[in-house]
């Protein structure tokens, strides 16, 4: 049987990797990527799409690193109760939780926090969060049984209450569907730009303070090996 120790700094070492080689990829291959997109508006929504699933893998690598090694170091022995466990998880801790909640300290919210940490949902930059779609079908779902009571109870003049609501939701759909294609016309090329070479520099800042962590842990076990 494997012992609860070696295993707790096996996955904190694991998740430190993952969470550095994740900053580096991002920085290097995936941003410069985005520049090859056709127009300003999809480069736009699809470096926004990054950011928040960034997020939610760093906090939760960021979270899962820091536990394992605590919990290695609290069940050591005191004669094995190294140093260098707790300052790899607070070097996660910082490079992952840390830097995200400065740099994203404008719209980074507790609430939000937490449910990117635990993956129930993510946080848009300005801090609300996204509704998952399973609730949003549910929700979809209670709409439609009310109207089918209605129906069965009212005969047809449920029917053209259905229809006004369909005609209704179709209207605010365009309505919509014009103001994203207005905002997406008023995206500045240069704006999105500067946005990607921001990322980049944090992405790049973020991979070497983890892989500074990351090296500490591999010579630590290293070290208890020998």
């Known amino acids: 049987m494997a012992c609860p120790i070696t295993v707790s700094k096996f996955v904190g070492t694991v998740s430190l990797g993952l ?11 995936t941003i410069p990527s985005l520049q090859s997109l056709p127009n300003a508006s999809t480069a736009s929504r699809t470096l926004k799409e990054l950011q928040l699933r960034t997020r939610k893998n ?31 998880a607070l070097m996660s801790l910082i490079g992952g939780t840390g830097l995200e909640c400065w740099y994203n300290r404008k719209s980074m919210t507790w609430s939000c926090l937490s449910a990117s940490s635990l993956g129930f949902g993510s946080c848009s930059r300005s801090g609300f969060g996204v509704i998952s779609w399973g609730s949003a079908r549910a929700g979809a779902g209670g709409s439609v049984s009310v109207r089918a009571d209605d129906e069965d109870s009212n005969g047809n003049g449920s029917e053209i209450e259905i229809v006004g ?25 240069e704006a999105v730009q500067r946005e990607m070479e921001q990322e980049g520099k944090f992405q790049r800042f973020r991979a070497l303070v983890l892989g500074l962590g990351f090296s500490m842990a591999v010579v630590g076990i290293w070290g208890d090996g020998a």
Request: hydrophobic share 50%; proline share 3%.
């Open 58 to 88: 760093v906090l939760r690598l960021s979270n899962i690193t820091a536990i394992a090694l605590f919990t290695a170091f609290s069940l050591s022995s005191p004669r094995r109760k190294h140093p260098y466990l707790i300052w790899t």
């Open 19 to 29: 969470l550095t080689g994740l900053s580096f990829a991002t920085s290097s291959i």
């Open 165 to 189: 609501d369909e005609e209704a939701s179709s209207a605010a759909a365009a309505a919509a569907a014009a103001a994203n294609a207005e905002q997406e016309l008023n995206v500045n090329g």
